[in-house]
């Protein structure tokens, strides 16, 4: 492995993808507060450590406040829907109203306990770091780079969703822009008053966006398919359609734990074989060259292995010590951090030292004044 693999370059973006996914499968296994807040520091010292000055870098600060957002919505629907027979120890009784019996289990009002406020918190906070994980691979990785990765069969489908990914990136960017200018004009830029002049030049930016986008992919000729035999359409739908329904019977086989488990796995690898076999012939049909495509090399390896090693040790952890990963709330019992998740989750800090810096981007210098300014400024002296 030569020196230049660590030289300052844009590491792979599936290498990120596979990170934040085997961070966010072990926020996934646990509802302990200290294991889930740790992901999240985890998370954001990488992307402090490892992203660059782009757009869709500044995007994990929003992701972290949709974490709170949620968190405070599960609080709160908790409070006015919970269930009466969820603890102890009541710190409020807000008004009841009746309910009819095809809901029962559910109640609008009534007592507030303490333990079914920490279960919600405990619920909310998860989501929120899976959120966070998706946060941090939106920050680290470049959207645009993804849609190189995607089989032909998948292009038009992956466009969309890579538009859909970048969504996020580019409001947090034009508020951010929106706003400024608006400071340095003087304008209100927070609040109520603020809101309507930033509203609507982020929405009139967004459409101009659109616009140069669909010329940019009509310019380069999105949409161009070649002439396959309609044998081969009906083959590839078929082994698609097979295959997909073969990985969700297999799935299914090793989550339902009934009396043949071992169906599960012949018939997962059978279905994610015929789905690669449909997508293969399916991609014969768009024509596309890739330039400059992106390597995956041994910093790749690593950050995607730390991800895995992630979630592996909090697989294991769930099934060795599944109490100390869910702490009990009914009776109320202070969490505690067991080592083996904890230090599983430690090694989600590994791309912080073994990915390559991100490239510097050169900025523009700045324009030179204008001689008409310096004529006017000599003959004002």
Not at 274 to 286: D, I, N, Q, V, W
Request: hydrophobic fraction near 50%.
């Amino acid at each position: 492995m030569t020196s230049a693999t660590w030289l300052p370059r844009h590491l792979h973006p599936g290498a990120w993808w596979l990170w934040a996914l085997g961070l966010a499968t072990a926020a996934s296994r646990t509802t302990n507060p200290l294991l889930l807040a740790l992901v999240i520091a985890v998370t954001g010292y990488v992307v402090a450590a490892r992203r660059d000055d782009t757009p869709w870098a500044r995007s994990y600060a929003a992701f972290l406040r949709l974490g709170l957002v949620v968190i405070a919505l599960r609080v709160v629907f908790q409070t006015l829907f919970g269930n009466t027979d969820s603890g102890a120890f009541v710190l409020m009784t807000l008004p009841e109203f009746p309910l009819p019996d095809w809901v029962a289990g559910l109640r609008v009002g009534g007592p507030v306990t303490l333990e079914g406020l920490l279960l919600a918190a405990y619920d909310g906070l998860r989501l929120a770091a899976v959120l966070v994980c998706v946060g941090a691979a939106n920050s680290l990785a470049n959207p645009k780079r993804l849609l190189r990765l995607l089989p032909g069969a998948l292009y038009e489908a992956g466009v969309a969703v890579i538009v859909a990914l970048s969504v996020a990136p580019q409001i947090v960017s034009e508020v951010g822009r929106v706003r400024a200018a608006r400071r340095l004009r003087g304008r209100p830029y927070r609040g109520i008053r603020g809101l309507g002049g930033v509203l609507m030049p982020v929405l009139e930016g967004s459409l101009e966006r659109s616009l140069e986008l669909a010329a940019a992919m009509d310019s380069r000729g999105y949409g161009r398919s070649e002439a396959v035999p309609p044998s081969v359409r009906r083959v590839t739908a078929m082994l698609i359609l097979g295959g997909l329904l073969g990985v969700c019977a297999g799935v299914y086989g090793l989550l339902d734990g009934g009396n043949r488990p071992l169906l599960g796995l012949p018939l997962l690898v059978l279905g994610a074989a015929a789905a690669a076999a449909g997508l293969a012939l399916g991609s014969r049909r768009t024509a596309r060259s890739r330039y400059r495509p992106d390597r995956w090399l041994l910093p790749e390896w690593l950050v995607a292995g730390a991800g895995v090693a992630t979630a592996a040790g909090l697989i294991a952890g769930s099934l060795l010590d599944p109490v100390s990963l869910h702490p009990s709330v009914v009776p109320l019992e202070a969490p505690a951090l067991p080592a083996l998740p904890a230090a599983a989750i430690l090694l989600g800090l590994a791309p912080a030292w073994l990915a390559p810096p991100p490239p510097v981007r050169r900025r523009a210098a700045p324009p030179p004044p204008r001689r008409q300014a310096g004529a006017a400024a000599e003959v004002a002296g």
